[in-house]
């Protein structure tokens, strides 16, 4: 798709509606993200300026909206942190090289053609992954809205939230707790109303009129009024390698969220995305947010939700969120001087709140207690350990699954000592009535998924263990490769060998269904010379091996 697809549907009116619309939810959570981060709060905002531009001029969805996220936020502190102390001069180059090694991975995805990364993370794995990012954000977040101090790990913060639990704020404790109630309330009864926003005004106001700042309660404070400057990182070559892993893991999640948003959105309004080009604008909103000290940039779910919730038709909606931020900067940064300290905590907590995704988990336990495990195990993993190794941990444990489902495939015998499946029944019925005894000997046999090193031992066992068990001797063995859409050597090579097995007791194996790649592969690698290869199904059932020659007479 060409540059500026993004703008070429732009319907000026909803668009600009939305493009507030989405401003007003990306001011204050973009203050709660930067605090994620462990960066100045004002950053959280330059990640919604020249970001979302160069995103709307180079992206190719016309609603995916771009900018601060709390996944990617929580990897950028445990890169940064891995090599600086938060808060220092150090640690803000830290992140800016972050940004900019993550454009890099994304360029890579670009022009090694991996954008079908965005599909290794299983949609389970995904939903724990995020949900254990939100319970690392409320345990995290706990310590603050209550005026406690604590630090560490995640499990270090409870510890000591509990534990000092009678030296709290009470001020402190009473605004974040109502910002959570206003906020959970506004996204229950009126969703359509920028929740966290209206929370911020509201309980700040209410800050104010009760002198919180005399009451022990910490307050925001004033942030640098203007737009960010250009900035070049600084930064040490071994830094790049101890942050490598942290960068590839934030390009992985990008690619995995920013992908799956854009197309799911795409798909509702009847357009067409190219995830390259996706990549290729996210790639470069990183890159400006890198130089304008900003963070890490990916699509964002709920800001896109309500850009669309409010009629966006165009990557204008990026464009007015910028301008808007933009004027926030240069003529409001006064306000923020009255905004509690917990109460913009207490943001991030109910952001951390609706981050779990329970109606997800609750179905993925219903329908796969494997699967709904592997999800708890990516939670704990993320809350309790890191988000960088759950996200490791994420793609690892969608490979595997992935593995054990062709390891172990579904597989079906269709027919067995004359007994015919169901919904088999009908075809081999189309080809006219058999004989009573006709099927006898026949085995049809239906393997689930594609054959090949990894799941052919598993397959030839089932297959001589079906005809061990057979109450008639196979002379008939027909597998149904429908679902075998692709075979490598060793897969060709493990039919052959139970060709020839079978061939050896007088009976044929017979090939059915298969695709045109299967195909080329059996007869590529020799081993059609010891199969039997019929198109339909119906017709292999009705193929019978030559009798054996009769045994000289003694």
Request: charged fraction near 15%.
């Amino acid at each position: 798709m060409k540059p500026l697809a993004g703008l070429r549907s732009m319907q000026p009116r909803h668009d600009i509606i939305a493009g507030v619309t989405v401003a007003a939810i990306a001011i204050p959570e973009s203050l709660g993200y930067a605090k994620i981060a462990g960066m100045p709060i004002q950053t959280g905002l330059y990640c919604a300026l020249l970001p979302a531009i160069l995103f709307a001029l180079l992206g190719s969805s016309r609603q995916l909206v771009v900018g601060a996220d709390s996944a990617t936020a929580a990897l950028v502190a445990a890169g940064a942190g891995a090599v600086a102390a938060a808060g220092s001069t150090a640690y803000a180059s830290a992140v800016g090289v972050l940004g900019i090694m993550t454009a890099g991975f994304l360029v890579l995805v670009v022009l090694l053609r991996l954008d079908f990364l965005a599909d290794l993370i299983s949609r389970p794995v995904l939903a724990g992954f995020l949900s254990g990012v939100g319970v690392s954000l409320i345990i995290g977040n706990l310590p603050s809205m209550l005026g406690i101090e604590a630090s560490g790990t995640t499990w270090d913060k409870l510890v000591a939230t509990v534990t000092n639990l009678g030296s709290l704020n009470t001020t402190s404790a009473a605004l974040a707790l109502g910002t959570v109630a206003v906020m959970l309330l506004l996204e229950r009864r009126l969703p359509k109303l920028p929740a966290a926003l209206v929370a911020l005004v509201l309980l700040s106001v209410v800050g104010v009129l009760i002198g919180a700042a005399d009451r022990g309660a910490a307050m925001v404070g004033s942030i640098p009024a203007g737009l960010p400057s250009i900035t070049v990182p600084d930064f040490q070559a071994g830094e790049l390698a101890r942050m490598a892993a942290t960068a590839a893991s934030i390009a992985v999640v990008v690619l995995a969220q920013s992908a799956a948003v854009a197309r799911s959105f795409a798909l509702k309004n009847g357009y067409d995305v190219s995830v390259s080009q996706d990549m290729s604008g996210l790639a470069a909103a990183n890159l400006g947010s890198a130089f304008t000290g900003g963070f890490a940039i990916n699509g964002s779910p709920p800001r896109t939700a309500a850009g669309d919730g409010a009629h966006s038709s165009s990557q204008l909606v990026n464009i007015v969120m910028a301008v808007v931020v933009g004027l926030v900067l240069l003529f409001l940064t006064g306000l923020f001087e009255y905004i509690p300290s917990a109460v913009l905590d207490a943001v991030v907590f109910t952001i951390g709140i609706l981050l779990i995704k329970w109606a997800t988990l609750r179905e993925v336990g219903r329908s796969s207690r494997a699967e709904f495990l592997v999800a708890m195990l990516t939670l704990v993993v993320v809350a309790f350990v890191g988000v960088e190794q759950g996200i490791l941990l994420a793609i690892v444990v969608s490979l595997i699954d992935r593995l054990r489902r062709q390891y172990h495939p579904h597989a079906d015998v269709l027919v067995s000592d004359g007994s015919v499946a169901a919904r088999l029944a009908p075809r081999i019925a189309l080809r006219g009535a058999l004989p009573p005894g006709a099927l006898d000997d026949v085995l049809v046999y239906r393997f689930g998924a594609p054959l090949f090193f990894a799941n052919a031992t598993f397959f030839a066992e089932q297959v001589r263990a079906l005809r061990a068990g057979a109450k008639h001797p196979v002379r008939l063995m027909v597998l149904d490769c429908a679902a075998m859409d692709d075979i490598d050597y060793t897969g060709a090579q493990t039919m052959a060998e139970l060709g020839r097995e079978l061939r050896a007791d007088g009976g044929e194996l017979v090939v059915t269904e298969a695709s045109d790649a299967a195909l080329t592969m059996l007869q590529d690698s020799g081993a059609a010379a010891d199969l039997s290869l019929v198109p339909r199904i119906e017709d292999a059932v009705r193929v019978r091996p030559s009798a054996p020659d009769a045994a000289p007479a003694g």
